[in-house]
């Protein structure tokens, strides 16, 4: 199975920092990437597919870059909404695999 | 609005069989692949299958490959997870997702249930 990589596991900031967050593949997936956001008691949201691609009605201030082993998700200014943890999960090969998971705390 | 809708959750002994529903609204579900994602307990995600819209094709995480089974009914708008020999390392949030598959080349889950608890335990 392709082992996912994410760092960091956790991470404090402030309003208006710029946040990075990065997942790290075992062998090369091309884009097969997607990004999630989830907040305590709810179920994950897509923000981000084909690892650059932003989902329709996610805000901009999210966005992916990346391609082969090694991705990024980025915050471009931290917003108390965006506190919750985020994930990547590639599915470029079987089993699907996510990352550990980063939790952002403000 | 897309909305799912899982059930089926309980408390269940080591061994024993539970099966999960999921019943989808807002969307043409007979064009759609499902899946069912979970969450262990303060942990993280794992994928464990997913369903073709015509049910012809099913793919499964290893460790539930042979125990689970992933089955729809496009006339009940509806995708299940019958869980046989369950384990305690099954416990688990069960989410049902759609698995958006545009053109064969990226997929992503989207939206997802608010899940079901499954409990593993004697």
């Known amino acids: 199975a392709i082992q996912m990589t994410q760092s960091p596991s956790s991470l404090s900031a402030s309003v208006g920092d710029r946040v990075t967050i990065t997942c790290r593949t075992s062998?090369?997936?091309?884009?097969?990437l997607s990004w999630y956001q989830q907040k305590p008691g709810k179920a994950p949201k897509v923000l981000i597919y084909?690892?650059?691609t932003l989902q329709t009605g996610v805000s901009s201030r999210f966005s992916g870059s990346g391609t082969g082993t090694d991705f990024t998700l980025t915050i471009s200014s931290l917003q108390p909404e965006d506190s919750a943890t985020y994930y990547c999960?590639?599915?470029?090969?079987?089993?699907?695999?996510f990352g550990q998971g980063t939790k952002v705390e403000i | 609005d897309v909305q799912l809708v899982e059930s089926g959750g309980a408390l269940v002994q080591p061994g024993g069989s539970l099966r999960l529903s999921c019943v989808a609204s807002?969307?043409?579900?007979?064009?759609?692949?499902m899946g069912w994602v979970r969450q262990t307990p303060g942990k993280g995600l794992e994928w464990v299958a997913h369903?073709?819209?015509?049910?012809?094709?099913?793919y499964y995480v290893d460790s539930v490959e042979g125990r689970f089974t992933i089955s729809r009914d496009n006339a009940k708008n509806s995708v299940s997870l019958q869980m046989n020999s369950l384990r305690v390392e099954d416990t688990a949030v069960y989410y049902c997702?759609?698995?958006?598959?545009?053109?064969?080349?990226?997929?992503?889950?989207?939206?997802w249930g608010r899940g079901t608890l499954v409990t593993v335990s004697s």
């Open positions: 997702a759609r698995l958006i598959v545009p053109d064969g080349t990226h997929n992503w889950f989207d939206p």
């Open positions: 807002g969307f043409i579900f007979s064009d759609i692949w």
């Open positions: 369903i073709s819209p015509a049910g012809t094709k099913k």
């Open positions: 062998q090369g997936i091309r884009n097969d």
């Open positions: 084909g690892a650059t």
């Open positions: 999960l590639q599915d470029n090969t079987y089993p699907w695999t």
